[in-house]
């Protein structure tokens, strides 16, 4: 190697790269949207590489659904730009950003009801067409094997040729998520797309997006947090018109303002009573169901505690239910209790709720996990577990 100079790194002259072409599929700057004054979004920065499956959650009036509108150019930011692969969408209408190639599914299936899914989707693929006629003919077979492929995908093969209007709920999903695939959008925006469905349906559901997501950028909008659960990579959180956070669905159920905005500020729960709620839901998700009489449990020690009115009850039962997230290990819940008492007062509404119906193997198992996290005196369990059943016996029902 004598006589072969050597490149060398001099860290005074670092090779600094070349600007690199953006890949974001979405890039959303400071975007403001005003309605007379009040601002459903307010300053929002999001972006969003290609390929990407990205979920969006938020309390109602966060501004999700503005986020789409946005987005597809129904509606105009007040303030601010968006961005789609590069390409600054305030120039376009809102027929015109579809055609660049954002395909958006509404709540609602919008399918026609009368014709075949194999109709439905022959439709969807020759309307991309209409718009170059000449250029983009086909020949009749390889249109067939697409639609038939599509048929595969979105796993209606076997109904391809009865008419949609006999197809279930989740089944019309799923064909309209086909018939926006069969446009073949780089950018899939999907609003709630297992509102109703079946735990079946729902799980199928996210496969489907699961593996359109390896062909496509997805933006999925969603509150049903097992769902969000099964198929998010990478959830960002919206209120208050802004991105409250961003993270893995873990980071943003421990993140304390997500917490905070799910739960409301009328209601005042402290982050040691939500840590107590947290640790008797994990108890009651042991067996991996959570049954209705031991929410029921759960959420009548959050009302006689504050004492909220019926409806507020009502939304506050909601919004704890996507709350009462499984899955966390007591492990972690447990060492967070600071006080005896709070030990004490967690293994009494923890033994209440695996009490309000037949405790099974899988309960004793967690419960004796418990036990040995609290490190209570036998005495003080003992006691403890009598006043939680005479609590239970007291409530009668
Ligand atoms: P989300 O979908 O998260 O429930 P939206 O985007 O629908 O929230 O709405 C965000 C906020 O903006 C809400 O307070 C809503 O009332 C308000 N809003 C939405 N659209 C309009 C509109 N066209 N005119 C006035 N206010 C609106
Ligand atoms: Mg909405």
Known sequence: ??????????????????????????????????????????????????????????????????????????????????????????????????????????????????????????????????????????????????????????????????????????EKQWLEIGMLVAQSPDLLLVDEPVAGLTDEETEQTGNLLMSLAESHSIVVIEHDMEFVRQIARQVTVLHQGTVLCEGTMDQIQNDPKVIEVYLGKETSLTPEQMLLLRIAATMAWADDNFADVQQQVILDRLSRKFAHAPEEQASLREDLKDLLAKDIPLEELVPQLTTPAQREQALMLSYEVISSNQINETEAIIYQTLLNLLDLPPDTVRRLEAAALEELAVRGD
Do not use: W
Request: proline residues 8%; positive net charge; hydrophobic residues 35%.
């Open 1 to 170: 190697m004598v006589g072969i100079a050597h490149p060398t790194h001099s860290p005074i002259h670092p090779v600094t790269p070349p600007p690199l072409m953006s890949t974001k599929v979405l890039d959303i700057q400071n975007v403001t949207v005003s309605f007379d004054g009040f601002k459903a979004l307010s300053n929002l920065n999001f972006s969003m590489d290609e390929g990407e499956l990205r979920v969006i959650i938020g309390p109602n009036g966060a501004g999700k659904t503005t986020f789409l509108d946005v987005i597809t150019g129904k509606t105009k930011p007040t303030e601010g730009v968006t961005y789609f692969k590069g390409q600054d969408l305030r120039k376009y209408k809102e027929h015109e950003i579809a055609r660049l190639g954002i395909g958006r599914k509404f709540q609602t299936p919008r399918v026609y009801l009368n014709l075949t899914p194999r109709e439905n989707l022959d439709l969807s693929c020759n309307r991309t067409k209409t718009i170059f006629p000449t250029l983009f003919k086909k020949p009749p077979t390889a249109e067939k094997r697409t639609v038939g492929g599509l048929l595969e995908t979105i796993g209606l093969d076997h109904k391809a040729d009865i008419p949609a209007a006999l197809l279930s709920h989740g």
